[in-house]
């Protein structure tokens, strides 16, 4: 066969993670180019469930945070429980069990007043690993926005109370901005680390269906097949540190607008301080 | 292990449970818990010296050290574990044979990377392909532990090198009035203060160490995860003493449970020592302890 300019790499294989393309991943003389680019096509996987996970995660993890901070224990014992499961057990786990409870739905489907209701496509990643990306993010922002509301200046609230300022206004418009504002970097950094945590999905149980999987996954079949690790995990490390950059960038932005009415030194600043596993 | 075992298939209910709970396989799976103890147990003071090797490395006045040591740190951070844990594994095993292979091998013409392969002579195999499993064991455990520190203790490194920044100047420049020499001051002073703005940082780390365990399992360890796979996929073959179906969701609940258990139990110790260590010093956490002791 004629070697492939990588023009051609990356007609073939750029869209190889969504199916899309040459069906069948190189097998020897492995080049540089298909590296960058099948490494790089399993990234629109991660960049998928973290966009999507963060982006839910965020509805959730508030109200989460209010149930926590709620007054009754009906509201806020099972968020209390909620978080502590979600952040005090691995994500490995979590995806594990996952998959293995969706295993068991019955296969043919789940009859709701007539209508049946397909249940195959929960086993598959891109709904099954999304949901749990979606609940773990979910608790672990829920903590960060429930230490932030925690820490809401008293004096905010009394000039709130004092302008008559009560009620669901007075969270939209006093509360919920500030809590924002004072978890946004640790928020930032929860969302680095969410999209760190998309590269355990393809090896915790959700199958990679005819090798459509993620960075992590092509870059851990490159080095399976030339026992050399040195080439693919490196680009995996280079495409995330940009990931991070960039990530770094868009929450600056939106902490930047978050932060707009205050003077420049009492600004926040986003500090880079990405944890490890969950 | 129970006499009554003799014959699983006339059992029922709670002992044929209990005689299903003590078969060999699950003893292994049992033990496996303690190689994840074991994993923590060598691998955070391996780490906790990692991070002070590299803590000190990157405070150190000579340029290209503190550059050593602020690399590290970097390195590690923004690049998801997971791939060092997968790199680490293979590079490390790659680089002790090529080491032992420019030693031992006699024939060194041809490459050791060639193609799609790895190639040493078979002397330079570490462990030997004919020593016993124990040893491939030991040493396929000592890699993952290596990787585990290797990784964490750059988290280490940046938590107490923070930590080392956090001591009062003012305590320093006593100290170095006193005519205290440069390793006197971070021995008696530095290191001994330290601790406690060290300690949110480790603890937190601890945590996360204990979620990084099931990891182990994609190193090729045969820990919890391997063995509730194992144990629980169905068992319908016909020589099975023990036939059931798809059992693993309840082994990854159990294990949900056990980390769970590990996790709220390490956090009630932490929150201890966290009081214990802040007793005396001049933090807002000490001077509560004084008020509430007065």
New interface residues.
């Given amino acids: 066969m004629e070697p492939m300019t990588c023009l051609e790499t990356i007609q073939a294989y750029g869209l190889r993670s969504l199916g899309i393309g040459e069906r069948l991943l190189p097998r020897s003389d492995f080049t540089l180019c298909q590296h960058f680019t099948l490494i790089g096509s399993g990234l629109i996987w991660n960049i998928y469930f973290g966009v999507l996970a963060l982006f839910f995660g965020f509805f959730l993890a508030n109200a989460l945070a209010l149930a926590k901070a709620a007054q009754t224990p009906w509201l806020r014992k099972p968020a209390e429980w909620f978080i502590f499961v979600f952040r005090g057990s691995p994500l490995f786990i979590q995806f594990f069990l996952a998959y293995e409870l969706l295993v068991l739905l019955p296969k043919a489907g789940i009859n709701v007043l007539g209508i049946t209701i397909e249940t195959s496509w929960t086993t598959r990643a891109w709904a099954g690993a999304l949901f749990v990306l979606f609940l773990n993010t979910a608790a672990y922002s829920a903590e960060i926005f429930y230490g932030a509301l925690k820490s809401v200046p008293k004096g905010d609230v009394e000039a709130a109370d004092a302008y008559g300022i009560t009620g669901w206004s007075r969270f939209r418009r006093v509360l919920w901005p500030t809590m924002l504002r004072l978890g946004w970097p640790a928020y930032t950094n929860e969302a680095i680390f969410l999209f760190h945590a998309t590269t355990l999905v393809f090896f915790s149980g959700f199958p990679a269906f005819q090798q459509k999987g993620d960075a992590l996954y092509y870059a851990n079949y490159f080095a399976d097949k030339t026992f050399n690790p040195f080439i693919p995990y490196p680009i995996v490390g280079f495409y995330f540190i940009c990931l991070t950059l960039l990530l770094i960038w868009v929450f600056g932005l939106i902490n930047r607008r978050l932060n707009r009415h205050l003077p420049s030194n009492m600004r926040g600043r986003i500090r880079l301080r990405p944890q490890v596993i969950r | 292990m129970f006499e009554f075992c003799a014959d699983p298939s006339q059992l029922s209910g709670l002992t044929w449970l209990s005689c299903y709970l003590t078969t060999g396989t699950h003893f292994n799976f049992y033990w496996s818990f303690l190689t994840v103890l074991m994993l923590l147990a060598v691998t955070a003071p391996v780490a906790l010296a990692f991070g002070f090797g590299g803590a000190m490395a990157a405070r150190s006045p000579l340029l290209p050290v503190s550059w050593i040591g602020k690399g590290y740190i970097a390195a590690v ?8 844990f ?2 680490f594994v ?2 490390l095993d ?1 680089g002790i044979e090529w080491t032992k292979h420019l030693f031992v091998c006699e024939d060194l013409s041809q490459p050791v ?1 060639n ?4 190639r040493v002579c078979p002397e330079a195999k570490v462990p030997l392909a004919a020593s016993s499993a124990i040893w491939h064991s030991a040493y396929a455990f000592a890699t993952a532990v290596f990787t585990f520190a290797l ?2 203790g750059a ?1 280490a490194a940046n938590v107490l090198y923070g930590a080392m920044q956090a001591v009062p100047r003012a305590q320093l420049e006593t100290a170095e009035a006193y005519g205290m020499t440069p390793r006197q001051v971070f021995r008696r002073v530095l290191v001994p203060q330290m601790w406690v703005f060290a300690l949110p940082g480790l603890s ?2 601890w945590l ?8 182990l ?2 190193l090729g360890i045969q820990d919890i ?1 391997y063995w ?2 194992e144990l ?1 996929s169905a068992k319908t073959s016909g020589n099975n003493p023990y036939p059931h179906g ?1 059992w ?2 309840f082994y ?2 159990a ?2 449970v056990f ?2 258990a590990f ?2 139990v390490s956090e009630v110790f932490l929150a201890r020592l966290t009081r214990r260590l802040s007793h005396g010093q001049a933090t807002l956490g000490g001077e509560q302890l004084r008020k509430a002791g007065a």
């Fill in positions: 951070r923004g690049v998801p574990d997971i791939v060092y997968l790199f293979i590079a790659q990377w193609g799609t392969e790895f990784v964490f988290f937190n780390l996360i160490l204990i979620k990084a365990t099931p990891l399992f994609l995860v509730a796979r629980g798809d693993r969701v990854f609940l294990l949900l980390y769970l996790t709220r």
